[in-house]
C-alpha cells in the first residue's frame, strides 16, 4: 500500500466559508471564537483514516475515508493533528506491538500549528509509511530432515504518533509465510534473527546491522520493502539482500 498526498490546495465557495465562521458575533472577542480548520485528505481510495486534533479546548477526533476534507473547530492557540491509518493509537499516544506479532501496518502523520488569532486556516494530511515488509526466502541442507524456522527479536515495542519507535521487547516466530513487518528502528540498533530446530538455536546474528550494511535506511520518511535471502549449509549462512551478500560461519555466535 502506497500513499500519495499532492499539495493541491482544497477551494470552497466563500458562502461555506461565511457560514463556517459565523458562530462568534463581531461585537464578541474574536479571540475565544474556534478557527475552522479544514484538514484534507487526497488519494487515499477508501482507506479509513483516524484524525485526531489537541488544542486547549481538548480532542477532536474524525473518522475519514477517501478523498476529503474534514471540518475541525479547534481553540486558537498552539494545536496538534494527527493522523493514523493501517493501526491503533492507545490513549496513551502509542501504536502498541504485542510480544510475538510483528508490526501492524501503520500509516502515521502528526504535525504542530499555531492558529493563535487565526479564524481560518488548513492543513494537508501526509501519511508515512513506518515499517518494513520483510520477505524471506529461505534455503537449507535437504539432508538435515528437521524442521527449522526463524525468529526475529528487537528493542522496539511501538510507535508515537510521529513515529518514534518506543522502546521494549519484540518478537515474532516465521513459519510459513516467512515474511515480517518490521516497525521503524533507530539506526544501530541490535535487530536479531534466530535460525531454530526444536532442540537448539542453529544460528543468531544481527539482522539489522546486516541490513543497514546493504544500505537499509530507518531514517526515511517512508520506509522501504527488502527480500532476504538466507542459504543454509552445514558450515555456513549466506544473506542476500538486493545486490549485497555475506557469508556468516555458523561456528561464530553472536
Excluded at 231 to 252: C, G, K, N, Q, Y
Aim: charged share 20%.
Amino acid at each position: 500500500m502506497f500513499f500519495e498526498l499532492c499539495s493541491r490546495q482544497a477551494l470552497f465557495p466563500a458562502f461555506f466559508l461565511i457560514l463556517a465562521t459565523a458562530s462568534c458575533s463581531v461585537k464578541e472577542d474574536r479571540e475565544s471564537c474556534p478557527c475552522a480548520l479544514y484538514i484534507t485528505l487526497e488519494h487515499l481510495q477508501l482507506t479509513p483514516v483516524k484524525i485526531v486534533v489537541d488544542s486547549e479546548n481538548g480532542e477532536e477526533e474524525f473518522q475519514a475515508y477517501g478523498d476529503t476534507v474534514v471540518l475541525a473547530r479547534p481553540h486558537k492557540g498552539i494545536i496538534k493533528v494527527k493522523a493514523v491509518a493501517g493501526a491503533t493509537v492507545n490513549p496513551h499516544g502509542k501504536v502498541e506491538i504485542p510480544y510475538g506479532f510483528d508490526s501492524p501496518p501503520a500509516f502515521l502523520f502528526s504535525t504542530e500549528m499555531d492558529i493563535t488569532g487565526k479564524e481560518i486556516d488548513s492543513v494537508k494530511v501526509q501519511l508515512h509509511k513506518h515499517f518494513c515488509n520483510l520477505s524471506i526466502a529461505f534455503s537449507g541442507p535437504p539432508g538435515w530432515g528437521e524442521p527449522y524456522w526463524t525468529e526475529v527479536r528487537g528493542p522496539v515495542d511501538g510507535l508515537l504518533w510521529d513515529g518514534t519507535p518506543t522502546e521494549g521487547q519484540f518478537s515474532c516466530r516465521l513459519d510459513d509465510g516467512m515474511s515480517v513487518r518490521l516497525p521503524r528502528q533507530y539506526p544501530n540498533q541490535t535487530l536479531l534473527m534466530d535460525i531454530t530446530m526444536p532442540d537448539r538455536v542453529v544460528r543468531s546474528f544481527n539482522l539489522g546491522y546486516y541490513l543497514e550494511l546493504a544500505g537499509y535506511d530507518w531514517t526515511g520518511a517512508d520506509l522501504e520493502d527488502r527480500t532476504l535471502e538466507i542459504d543454509l549449509s552445514v558450515t555456513a549462512l549466506t544473506l542476500r539482500i538486493d545486490h549485497w551478500s555475506t557469508v556468516i560461519p555458523l561456528e561464530i555466535i553472536v
